[in-house]
C-alpha cells in the first residue's frame, strides 16, 4: 500500500502544472514561440510530448529581433504566440504594446526583480565570460581575473564582440564599471584601455566568438560560458572569475496571440523547473529557476549578476566612446 502511495504521488507531481486550460490548448494545436536563443530543440520536444500542442520554434538573431518582431506587429502579421528576448528588447516590445500581462504560477520562487513585471517574467541571464582553448593554453598561464587579459602575453590572441556597435558587449563594459567590479572607475577604465592595446579580433556578435579559439587562430574569448555545452567536445573552458555580469532575459505572450491558450500553457512549460533544467543542461544557460544547477565546472561558486538595461541614447553615447578607445577612431 506504502508504494502504491509512493508511485501515486510520483505521478501526480510528476505532472506538469498548467494555471491555463490545456484542453483548450490542446483545441488551438500548437504555439508559436519567436526567440533568438540556440538549441532548444530538446526544449521544445519535451513541451510537445507533456502537452499535446505542437510548439513551432521560430529563431530570430539579435540583430533582426527588434525589427522583426516590429515590422509584424505594426503590419498587423505577427504570427508568434509568445516572444523570448534579452531584457531591452522585450522592454521596446512591451512599450510598443506588443505583449499582454500574464503571471505564471510556474516562476513561484524565482528572485523578486525577475518577477517584479506583470507582463515580462525574466528567466536567465545572458552571462559573458571569458573563455579559453585548454589545449593551447597552459594551466599556469591561464587568467584569474580580468585585469589578467590585458597583459600583453595575449597581444593579438583575443576575439570579442565589436564593443562599438553590438549593444550587448558595450552593456557589460559599462556593467563592469557600475557593478564595481573593480576597484575605481580609474582602474576600470584601465582594464578598458588594456584591453584594446591588445589588439582583439571583432567579431559582430557573441555567436562566432568561440571558434577562432576552437580553431587555435585566438586563444582568448570575450564569449559566453554556454558554448561549452553547445560546442561540445570543442577545447573550451571558461576564466574562474569571481562574478559574471550578463543581460536578463523575458519571456512575454504577444497581445494578439492567435492561440491565447497555447500561449499560457506554453508560458508555464517554459517557466517550470523541468524545461529550465533542460535549458542549463542542454543549452548551457544561467537560469533563475530555484534548485537548477548548471552542468559547467565550477559555475556553482561564481556569482552571476544582472545588468542595468541601458537606453538606446546610453548604447549609442558609450558605443562612440568605446570606438575612440579600441578603434582610436
Do not use: C
Amino acid at each position: 500500500m506504502k508504494k502504491l502511495v509512493v508511485l501515486l504521488m510520483v505521478v501526480l507531481f510528476a505532472v506538469p502544472s498548467f494555471a491555463a486550460d490545456l484542453a483548450k490548448a490542446k483545441a488551438e494545436g500548437k504555439a508559436s514561440f519567436y526567440a533568438n536563443i540556440t538549441a532548444v530543440e530538446p526544449i521544445m520536444d519535451a513541451f510537445n510530448a507533456a502537452t499535446g500542442v505542437d510548439g513551432v520554434y521560430t529563431r530570430i538573431s539579435t540583430s533582426k529581433y527588434l525589427a522583426t518582431v516590429a515590422t509584424e506587429f505594426e503590419a498587423g502579421k505577427l504570427t508568434a504566440d509568445v516572444l523570448q528576448a534579452p531584457m531591452p528588447i522585450m522592454q521596446t516590445l512591451k512599450d510598443m504594446g506588443v505583449f499582454t500581462p500574464y503571471r505564471s504560477p510556474s516562476a513561484a520562487g524565482y528572485p523578486d526583480w525577475a518577477t517584479r513585471d506583470d507582463t515580462i517574467m525574466q528567466f536567465g541571464i545572458e552571462y559573458v565570460a571569458p573563455i579559453y582553448n585548454k589545449e593551447l593554453v597552459k594551466p599556469a598561464d591561464v587568467p584569474k581575473s580580468y585585469m589578467d587579459l590585458i597583459d600583453k602575453k595575449w597581444f593579438d590572441k583575443i576575439v570579442m564582440p565589436d564593443p562599438s556597435s553590438h549593444a550587448t558587449t558595450i552593456s557589460w563594459l559599462v556593467g563592469m564599471k557600475e557593478s564595481n567590479i573593480f576597484a575605481s572607475e580609474d582602474e576600470w577604465m584601465k582594464f578598458v584601455k588594456g584591453l584594446a592595446a591588445n589588439k582583439p579580433m571583432f567579431v559582430k556578435s557573441f555567436g562566432p566568438s568561440p571558434g577562432p579559439v576552437e580553431s587555435g587562430e585566438k586563444l582568448l574569448a570575450i564569449s559566453m560560458p554556454k558554448y561549452i555545452i553547445t560546442h561540445a567536445p570543442a577545447p573550451l573552458d571558461w576564466v574562474r572569475v569571481d562574478t559574471l555580469l550578463g543581460t536578463p532575459r523575458g519571456i512575454a505572450i504577444a497581445a494578439k496571440a492567435p492561440h491565447p491558450d497555447a500561449a499560457r500553457v506554453f508560458m508555464d512549460y517554459w517557466l517550470s523547473k523541468d524545461a529550465m533544467q533542460l535549458l542549463a543542461d542542454k543549452v548551457g544557460e544561467y537560469v533563475l529557476t530555484p534548485g537548477v544547477k548548471s552542468p559547467i565546472e565550477g559555475m556553482d561558486k561564481v556569482k552571476v549578476l544582472p545588468i542595468r538595461q541601458l537606453s538606446n541614447k546610453e548604447i549609442k553615447s558609450w558605443g562612440k566612446k568605446f570606438q575612440k578607445i579600441f578603434f582610436g577612431e
